[in-house]
């Protein structure tokens, strides 16, 4: 999001929430983020794509939806309203070609009319054949499709392919052909979305939503690009609320907007000029100037990303919806695993809830039960890696979800024997502040040290700055 969207945004919420009745701004965050992502999406070079993507991303969620219907719940009229609310709009976008570029919601020239009304047609047609599909095969079919999808758009060999494959349709050269092409905006959200909805359904844990609401809580403008990764049941009850706005909110939303702005545009981009990339490393001449690179890299990060936080929980806040925290003080914990409940907390708790604890009750169904210290080792591994390649499939995001996994499977070995020990310092509150000062500087760079391997493109590189950090 750029300071232009948010601004447009905070004035069309106020404007909407102060004037509009719960039933009618329900609907309209629900059109608002339909034409929200459509804006959001960054321009992108192959022709189209920065159309058809956000344009994919509804039926996916539409798809979504229809695999995670409660047991008989049955198409309603509201439903089919806002399907054909979706179809229309959609539309009505592809018509701003025949506009001049400053007036056009989208990136780009969207494609002609008459095929966009087509697919559409079609999408209808396969949306309705899939409604159709036993709910357990449409809930499979849907997660292989979606974590396919994701696949491709991670790895850089197959988003190459890819890229190639839409160019020669698009009729340019192939031999441009890049992954970073395929920038599909908010679609690792989206993937989180799908999954944890697919997943509560089958184990009955998910509510009964109408289309509408879905499509809200899955592409809900504040949170499409960079979180936080809300629940459905939570952001239910707060879009079928909608409390009016009050002045605590309005303050409190305020602040947090204000707040997110001067992390993200003044002190997160300041950073940026200063933070740990390939050019910088290679101009940089001694390891005290490294060091320098790779606390702004720490630092820029941390802002960038928990300003976004506070500008899509400041947004939410005038909506009407309390988007969960995401950040807490993570650099100032005492330890890796105290630093993870504070890092990211939604993406930490989605990862524990559909990898780590699926997989520990797995294993402990096996005949024979790994030790509960094997059990710690693979199920910290799996869930760091996943995290890693959740932000792309490289080797440097594997050896920094490695870094993270031993880090936090050490931890728990010595936090395990040297538990009476930490007891025994609360007699000594001098010297268990000085513990907890040491754990706070260990743990700081013990991550910084790993965003090494997370800033730099391969591991050649990489290597070569972590070495370099230590030549005085």
């Known amino acids: 999001m750029s300071l232009t969207h948010i601004l447009v ?8 929430t102060i004037t509009l009745p719960v039933r009618w701004r329900q609907w309209a965050l629900f059109v608002g983020s339909v034409l929200a992502i459509y804006w959001l999406q960054p321009a992108l070079t192959i022709r189209r794509l920065d159309f058809l993507f956000p344009t994919a991303t509804l039926a996916l969620v539409v798809a979504g939806w229809l695999a995670t219907r409660a047991p008989g719940q049955a198409v309603t009229r509201a439903d089919r309203l806002a399907a054909l609310l979706i179809a229309a709009l959609v539309l009505v976008l592809s018509f701003g070609r025949y506009l001049v570029p ?34 357990n095969w449409l809930r499979l079919a849907l997660t292989v499709g979606v974590l396919a999808l994701f696949a491709v758009l991670k790895t850089e060999a197959l988003g190459t392919a890819a890229s190639r494959l839409l160019r020669s349709w698009q009729g340019q050269t192939t031999q441009l052909a890049r992954a970073d092409e395929l920038s599909w905006l908010g679609f690792s959200y989206v993937v989180f979305r799908l999954l944890h909805t697919l997943r509560d359904r089958q184990t009955g844990q998910l509510p009964a939503l109408t ?28 879009l079928r609320a909608l409390p009016p706005l009050d002045a605590t909110r309005f303050v409190h939303g305020g602040m947090r907007l204000a707040v997110g702005i001067g992390k993200k545009f003044v002190i ?25 690179l790779l606390y702004a890299y720490a630092f820029q990060l941390y802002f960038d990303f928990s300003g976004y936080t506070d500008i899509a929980i400041g947004l939410g806040q005038w909506c009407g919806i309390r988007l969960p925290e995401n950040f807490s003080q993570p650099y100032l914990k005492r330890n890796i695993t105290v630093f993870w409940q504070s890092w990211h907390i939604t993406l930490s708790q989605w990862v524990r809830s559909y990898v780590f604890l699926p997989l520990s009750r797995t294993l402990l169904t096996r005949p024979r039960k790994p030790s509960p210290t094997v059990l710690a080792l693979i199920g910290q591994l799996a869930t760091m890696l996943a995290i890693g390649l959740w932000h792309g499939v490289t080797w440097g995001f594997v050896v920094w979800g490695l870094w993270h996994g031993v880090g936090l499977f050490v931890h728990k070995v010595y936090s395990d024997r040297t538990r009476p020990y930490y007891l025994r310092l609360r007699q000594h509150p001098r010297l268990g502040r000085a513990v907890e000062v040491a754990g706070i500087a260990l743990t700081f760079h013990f991550v910084v040290l790993g965003w090494v391997w997370f800033a730099l493109p391969d591991l050649a590189i990489s290597w070569d700055v972590f070495v370099r950090l230590w030549r005085w």
């Open 211 to 238: 289309l509408r609401e879905y499509i809200t809580y899955a592409i809900f403008f504040p949170a499409f690009t960079a979180g936080p990764i809300d629940r459905a049941e939570r952001f239910l009850n707060d």
């Open 268 to 292: 997160a981009d300041s950073l940026a000029l200063l933070a740990l990339n390939v050019t910088n490393a290679q101009q940089a001449q001694s390891a005290a100037g490294l060091w320098v």
């Open 102 to 135: 400053a007036y056009r919601l989208t990136p780009s020239a969207p494609p002609p009319v008459l095929p966009v009304a087509l697919g559409l047609a079609g999408a209808g047609v396969v949306l309705l054949a899939l409604s159709r599909v036993r709910d």
């Open 9 to 16: 945004f905070a004035v069309l919420i106020l404007l909407t």
